[in-house]
């Protein structure tokens, strides 16, 4: 099962760097994550998202490969392309993997502060003790977590800048 990590920072720019330090540590297998997205509350109130993986272009993408394979098979690839990347575009904007983005723009726009970043981070497997240790002193404040109390306190004070003897595993 995942676990969802919401934490908030003052800026975009230090919660897209922890994001950046977090896809790292999945390059070593230290964390298996499922979605790492950022929303941003503007100065006017309203909430953007910064998704880790567009939906539509893998759509498209994916689409315009389709259709040019059904486009040779009629003697019209370009036609196929056109139509498959169209086809696919539609069927990425109407996909949501990972976190709900209704649930991400509802939690900021209550809970944040103009200029503030939420970090979501859903995560499907961790190495503990490794990852709070290369977390350690980032900062920021937790809005929420599906993760056990225990886990929780250990994840808040690796933020704060203090790393418990024996974390707990996830």
């Known amino acids: 099962m995942a676990d969802l990590i919401a934490v908030v920072f003052e800026s975009e720019a230090k919660a897209e760097e ?10 070593d297998y230290l964390i298996d994550i499922g979605d790492a997205a950022i929303a941003v ?10 998704q880790l993986m567009n939906t539509t272009a893998a759509g498209a ?8 394979l059904i486009g040779v098979l009629f003697l019209n690839p370009l036609v196929g392309v056109a139509a498959g990347a169209a086809g696919g575009a539609i069927a990425g904007a109407l ?23 939420v970090l979501f ?6 190495t503990g003790d490794k990852v709070l240790e290369q977390l350690k002193g980032v900062g920021g404040r937790i809005l929420q977590t599906s993760l056990d109390h225990t886990r929780e306190e250990a994840l ?6 203090h790393v418990a003897a024996a974390a707990p595993q996830a």
């Open 121 to 126: 981070v859903l995560v499907k497997r961790v």
């Open 95 to 117: 996909t949501d993997v990972g976190v709900n983005d209704k649930f991400m723009k509802e939690l900021a726009a209550h809970d944040i502060q103009p200029g503030e970043a």
């Open 18 to 27: 922890v994001r950046n330090k977090i896809l790292e540590m999945s390059k």
């Open 61 to 68: 993408a994916g689409g315009s490969f389709w259709g040019l």
């Open 41 to 50: 509350k503007t100065a006017d109130g309203k909430v953007k998202l910064n």
């Open 156 to 161: 808040r004070n690796a933020l704060a800048g």
